[in-house]
């Protein structure tokens, strides 16, 4: 019955869909924060931050509480959220701060063909280099507006941006925007929180972090530019709904990757890749639905393009699934078809010897996270001690290197208070053990019960009684990686290809570590014709 149900709001659905005139195409705004991790938004019940922009979008539509992102670094999650593909299938793009190919379709451009007056403001798809591209594939900058803004926080005005956007259109001509932040990114102004009224005793410090006063003061600067996101969200809203075009605008506001803190962004861990998710559609989704579905964020990507009536250039290799329907049917008689969202990574900041990355890729149920490492030698964050500035003779042999600080080196870990102190105070009782959790080697497999582990904390695999669950989510992992043609799956020797993208970003220099004597990575000659000279790390 619930099939024959959903096949009839199918029909439904598709009807009214044909039925529109162009001018009753929705109009899409897109609001992405730059590393906020599920659930600091007030709509999720965290009391220490207040959004409540977000929390109108989630009460006007649907609060998904089980998104994630393709990938937990902001370079290849925005390439895969613009194509609607899992970081595997895009190449250069699916790995930070390189290059973004020309033939890979973007639904921008693909609503820009349609008709639809496409830009954005902020940070559209990046970092790397957008080669061959007139503009960035998030579409067309809008960035003229400036504001004063505290120390911290980026100067761009983004909702005045979006009022010079939305002049520049044609008379009923529909609209795709992206509003990219640059918060809650990292550098923030120490205390910048506290100081806005933000409680630190009201934070809930995950399990992974020390709790103490330096890393509550952390979170609540982190939670301050949250909020400052959400009021410019909330400036755009209104425009919206003051020129009464808030009813037929497809609102969706999410976030590329986990907070900024050690064992969050840039790894597969809970609060790398779940992300807060709220969309809204008044004309046609039904307000204060809360979802409980596993959603990717490729999905939202297929929902656009149901949205707007656009057939999606080679839709076939778009794993994702629409939401339209599902959130059109508050009654929940609809069948979601997926039973788990996956996540990958490969390069995220230059941390290791020839910029190799750390390559990885995870499967997340209702109830379990099981992530597969595919290269356990290297360090996850970054080797311990780094070369933090060498030079290097025209030969290419190294003359002269200065040693960073003990444990120092961990590039993979966006620098701040948190893991200054982590580092700083490593042998102090209160801070035992939570350096290693972060840059410690990691297995080859690891599994999590998040029903009662959400800090990732407790590795089950290897476990008896774990055995039958890891067993059975390697295998649905090794068939979806198959099935998406991940070269990580079906044939490792070419998987190597990561390695050789040029990393058009600040560079690092390292010694060969002992794991790539023994097996020495490829050399690229990209990297070596700007060996010679003094590096310096970033």
């Known amino acids: 019955m619930r099939l024959i149900y959903g096949v009839f709001c199918g029909l439904v659905l598709t009807i009214a869909f044909a039925n529109r005139t162009d001018a009753a195409r929705p109009n899409i705004l897109i609001a992405i924060a730059d590393d906020q991790s599920f659930p600091h938004a007030s709509a999720y019940g965290d009391a220490a931050v207040q959004t409540p922009a977000f929390d109108r979008i989630a009460k006007a539509g649907v609060l998904f509480s089980q998104a994630f992102t393709?990938?937990?670094?902001?370079?290849?999650?925005?390439?895969?959220?613009?194509?609607?593909?899992?970081?595997?299938?895009?190449?250069?793009?699916g790995t930070h701060a390189s290059s973004f190919p020309t033939d890979l379709p973007v639904f921008t451009n693909q609503l820009a063909t349609a008709g639809y007056h496409v830009g954005m403001t902020g940070k559209g798809w990046g970092p790397g280099k957008a080669i061959g591209w007139p503009q960035n594939p998030a579409g067309k900058a809008y960035t003229a507006k400036k504001s004063k803004s505290p120390k911290g926080v980026s100067e761009v005005d983004y909702a005045a941006n979006f009022d010079d956007f939305l002049d520049g259109r044609s008379d009923d001509q529909p609209f795709c925007f992206w509003f990219g932040s640059h918060e809650p990114h990292r550098g923030y102004d120490p205390g910048i929180g506290a100081r806005n009224g933000i409680d630190p005793a009201k934070i809930t410090v995950p399990g992974f972090l020390p709790d103490d006063e330096i890393v509550r003061n952390?979170?609540?600067?982190?939670?301050?530019?949250?909020?400052?996101?959400?009021?410019?969200?909330?400036?755009?809203?209104?425009?919206?709904?003051?020129?009464?075009?808030?009813?037929?605008?497809?609102?969706?506001?999410?976030?590329?990757?986990?907070?900024?803190?050690?064992?969050?962004k840039a790894n597969l861990y809970e609060y790398g890749i779940h992300m807060p998710l709220a969309i809204s559609w008044p004309a046609v989704v039904p307000p204060g639905q809360v979802n409980d579905d596993l959603v990717s964020l490729i999905d939202v990507t297929r929902t656009i393009f149901t949205a707007t009536e656009v057939e999606p250039i080679d839709g076939a290799s778009m794993p994702g699934h629409s939401l339209v329907e599902r959130m059109r049917d508050k009654l929940g008689s609809v069948e979601w078809p997926r039973s788990a969202a996956y996540s990958g990574r490969e390069r995220h900041s230059s941390s290791r010897y020839n910029t190799l990355g750390y390559p990885c890729r995870s499967i997340r149920t209702q109830s379990h996270l099981y992530i597969r490492n595919y290269a356990p030698k290297r360090w996850p964050a970054g080797p311990g001690q780094v070369y933090a500035r060498a030079a290097y003779d025209d030969a290419g042999r190294l003359v002269s290197s200065m040693l960073g600080p003990r444990h120092g080196g961990?590039?993979?870990?966006?620098?701040?208070?948190?893991?200054?102190?982590?580092?700083?105070?490593?042998?102090?009782?209160?801070?035992?053990?939570?350096?290693?959790?972060?840059?410690?080697?990691?297995?080859?497999?690891?599994?999590?019960?998040?029903?009662?582990?959400?800090?990732?904390?407790?590795?089950?695999?290897?476990?008896?009684?774990?055995?039958?669950?890891?067993?059975?989510?390697?295998?649905?992992?090794?068939?979806?990686?198959?099935?998406?043609?991940?070269?990580?799956?079906?044939?490792?020797?070419?998987?190597?290809?990561?390695?050789?993208?040029?990393?058009?970003?600040?560079?690092?220099?390292?010694?060969?570590?002992?794991?790539?004597?023994?097996?020495?990575?490829?050399?690229?000659?990209?990297?070596?014709?700007?060996?010679?000279?003094?590096?310096?790390?970033?």
């Open 70 to 93: 393709p990938a937990p670094g902001c370079s290849p999650m925005r390439a895969a959220f613009l194509t609607g593909r899992e970081i595997w299938q895009i190449r250069e793009a």
């Open 410 to 538: 961990y590039h993979d870990i966006d620098s701040g208070p948190t893991l200054t102190a982590m580092i700083e105070q490593v042998d102090a009782p209160e801070y035992a053990g939570f350096l290693e959790l972060a840059t410690a080697k990691r297995p080859d497999e690891e599994l999590f019960d998040i029903r009662i582990d959400p800090s990732c904390l407790n590795n089950l695999a290897g476990r008896a009684e774990a055995d039958a669950v890891r067993k059975d989510l390697a295998a649905r992992l090794a068939n979806y990686l198959t099935k998406t043609g991940d070269l990580r799956q079906t044939d490792p020797s070419l998987a190597e290809v990561w390695e050789t993208y040029p990393r058009h970003s600040a560079l690092r220099w390292f010694p060969v570590p002992d794991w790539a004597v023994e097996s020495p990575p490829p050399v690229l000659p990209w990297l070596d014709a700007r060996r010679p000279g003094v590096r310096s790390a970033k």
């Open 218 to 264: 952390d979170i609540a600067d982190y939670l301050y530019e949250i909020q400052w996101f959400d009021q410019h969200l909330g400036r755009m809203v209104d425009r919206l709904s003051a020129t009464g075009e808030l009813e037929n605008t497809l609102v969706i506001v999410t976030s590329d990757n986990g907070m900024p803190f050690p064992r969050a």
